[in-house]
């Protein structure tokens, strides 16, 4: 068992029990911080592939941005506990199991698909050489939709400024 | 134990981890001392001094007080996310400390070697700002989890001042990335090495490069004292002296874990200050032979201070003033002798002195801010922020890449 | 060296539990929170996948994707303080005025 080997199946367990967590949280707080410990795992395994920029990036801006703007709405709107769903007799127990049967249709998909990938082209540049390629990439082929998504988030702004105006303005 | 020797790196990250937290607990209760008698001293009056000599043990005292004290849980609180706030809060606070460098010399025992900082991330900088981020949620889960009206807004009123702050904190440090060409604390450090202004000043990022980065560190420094809730920008933590805050409901050892998580983020951001602004651990002198003699400067500020701790022990009465201050003052003269004796010492002590001496400096500018200013109000708070920090920094990184452009980096 | 397949599954388990969420909860919030999920499980891959390839486009991919997601949280949050606002309730069966 490696470092990295054991590194990952920390991470993925926690990311796993973040998840379930998530399911299983009856309040919506915790389900939001169930996510948080989900995003900072991934982070983790995004570490772990030698993506250091990206797992930077998701924890300034998805667990640190995103996710703070979540827990505010859930404290503002007050949200309380949920009422309890009762999972249907008829169509339940047939539709957890074949979600359990697609589910490990794909995991054995996804295994068996090792030497496709393995094929693949030459390793990434990782470590500090990465975050300049990214950059590189990100600012000369990528440069016509990075100017998009600035553009993005300005009409999201005005959107979010439109949509918290009062009515009788 | 196979395990261990292969990886050496990991008991060095272990004890040196260990050594670090000790040092920085320690740091922050003597910060709230030196704070106390920093404000004292400017407002005419005297501070702590009948706990122990110049009361240097009223953080133990007050330490003692938060162990002891009674801990009540208000009723209907979430009990999960009402413990987790403030363990969250002192935990993120610490763990900035861990990506900062110390020193350039790596410290050699027994054939193995070591950096000084714990760890060396390509993307350091990153990193702090990524547990800066995360730092809003102590305060934001404090704030509801109290079951209480007013903690609820205290703690939102708090979280938002952190998330607008949080903007400009990051962008007003883009031109010294620029001009340094890397995320990593260590590289920024170096790049800073060398004479500027045809070698009067030091090459630091705020005297030097194309364009200094004297608007860069301003919005810095007042987004950093706003970012960690301190005075003049301390309005939702300051209602807790007069209606209600976010750790209003907190009792006496979770309230001492958020009055050390704020400590230990001020020293976080001072740390911070230093490496992009000042410079970090380089001497402000040449390293020409004509000015070798500063490489003394450390151990003769030490002997000195010594000698005046021993001399100011000696006219107590107590038994503690009496033995333990000329104790400690000797101490420093040998520690003192040492340094200057051997030379291996002296180099490896050049870079942590100079780094510790500029986040003492500015530290006691922090202090000497709550002790002055008065406080803002919320919405001039938030005005500061959105309306002149970000256009500001914005503007700041807008000219610094057209210097680069024009003069190059360095 | 962690094999590519670990990731993909490790992405397909998070997607799946993402859309159970989705499925079965009732806040509205939290199934917009199953979505913030099934973006991040998605992002997972092409991270994989980036490393495995040996290009760096799936991370550039991945910041876009964080990008739109960010904005999307934004717009959609405020929809939902609308809603839960005008309908007093943040179930998503209480939303039903337009039901046959």
């Not at chain 1, 975050?131 to 979010?160: D, H, N, Y």
């Amino acid at each position: 068992m490696t470092l990295p080997l054991l590194m990952f199946f920390l991470l993925a367990a926690l990311a796993v029990a973040g998840a379930v967590s998530l399911i299983l949280a009856r309040h919506p707080i915790r389900s939001a911080l169930s996510l948080i410990v989900v995003m900072v795992a991934l982070a983790g395994l995004y570490l772990l592939l030698g993506a250091e920029f990206v797992a930077m990036v998701q924890i300034i801006v998805y667990a640190g941005a995103i996710m703070v703007l979540f827990v505010l709405v859930i404290m503002l709107l007050n949200a309380g506990e949920e009422e309890r769903t009762n999972l249907s007799r008829l169509a339940g127990p047939p539709g957890l199991l074949l979600a359990g049967a697609l589910a490990a249709f794909l995991v054995t998909a996804a295994a068996r698909s090792g030497q496709f990938i393995a094929a693949g082209g030459s390793e990434a540049p990782s470590g500090a050489v990465s975050t300049r390629a990214l950059s590189g990439l990100l600012f000369r082929e990528f440069v016509f939709p990075f100017e998009l998504t600035s553009f993005l988030i300005l009409v999201a702004i005005l959107g979010a400024l439109v949509l918290a105006q009062r009515e009788n303005s | 134990m196979s395990f261990f020797s292969q990886h050496p790196f990991l008991v060095a990250a272990l004890i040196k981890s260990a050594l670090l937290l000790f040092i920085v607990l320690t740091t922050l209760a003597y910060l709230t001392w030196f704070e106390r008698k920093v404000i004292a001293h400017i407002q005419s009056r005297w501070g702590p001094y009948r706990v122990g000599p110049h009361g240097l043990l009223q953080p133990l005292a007050d330490g003692l007080k938060f162990l002891f004290k009674e801990d009540p849980t208000p009723a209907g609180v979430d009990r999960l996310v009402y413990f987790l706030a403030p363990f969250l809060a002192l935990t993120l606070g610490l763990t900035s400390i861990a990506v900062i460098p110390f020193g350039p010399e790596p410290l050699r025992i027994s054939g193995y070697e070591t950096h000084l900082g714990i760890a060396d991330l390509n993307v350091g900088l990153l990193a702090l700002f990524a547990i800066t981020a995360l730092g809003v949620y102590g305060i934001a889960l404090a704030g509801w989890s109290s079951n209480s009206k007013y903690s609820l807004l205290g703690g939102l009123r708090s979280s938002a001042q952190m998330i607008s702050y949080e903007l400009s904190l990051t962008m007003s440090v883009v031109g010294v990335i620029l001009m340094a060409g890397s995320f990593s604390l260590r590289e920024i450090i170096e790049a800073q090495a060398g004479r500027s202004a045809w070698g009067l000043l030091p090459a630091w990022n705020l005297l030097a490069g194309p364009f200094p980065q004297i608007l860069g560190f301003l919005c810095y420094f007042v987004s950093a004292v706003a970012e960690t809730n301190r005075a003049p920008f301390d309005l939702p933590e300051a209602e807790s002296e007069l209606v209600a805050g976010f750790h209003t409901e907190y009792a006496s050892f979770k309230f001492a874990m958020f009055f050390m998580s704020e400590y230990a983020n001020m020293i976080t951001v001072s740390c911070l200050a230093t490496i992009l602004f000042l410079g970090g651990w380089l001497s402000p002198f040449p390293a020409t032979p004509l000015w070798s003699w500063t490489h003394y400067l450390p151990s003769v500020l030490l002997a000195g201070f010594g000698l005046l701790v021993l001399w100011d022990g000696l006219r107590y009465t107590t038994l503690l003033g009496k033995i333990v201050l000329p104790g400690l003052g000797t101490v420093f003269c040998v520690l003192a002798g040492v340094f200057a004796a051997v030379p291996g010492v002296n180099h490896f002590i050049q870079g942590p002195f100079w780094f510790l001496l500029k986040v003492f400096i500015i530290l006691f500018v922090y202090v000497w801010l709550r002790a002055t200013l008065p406080r803002l109000r919320y919405d001039q708070l938030m005005a500061i922020g959105w309306k002149l920090l970000l256009p500001a920094s914005i503007v700041n990184v807008i000219v610094t890449s057209f210097a680069i452009l024009k003069w190059g980096a360095r | 060296m962690v094999p590519t397949s670990y990731y993909i599954i490790l992405s397909a388990v998070l997607f799946g539990l993402g859309i159970v969420a989705f499925v079965f909860k009732r806040n509205v919030i939290t199934v917009f929170m199953s979505i913030e999920l099934m973006l991040n499980a998605v992002n997972l891959a092409f991270v994989a996948f980036s490393r495995a390839l040996g290009r760096l486009d799936g991370q550039v991919f991945v910041l876009f994707v964080i990008v739109v997601a960010a904005a999307e949280a934004a717009v959609g949050l405020g929809i939902i303080i609308l809603i839960a606002r005008q309908r007093q309730s943040l179930n998503v069966e209480r939303a039903n005025l337009l039901k046959f």
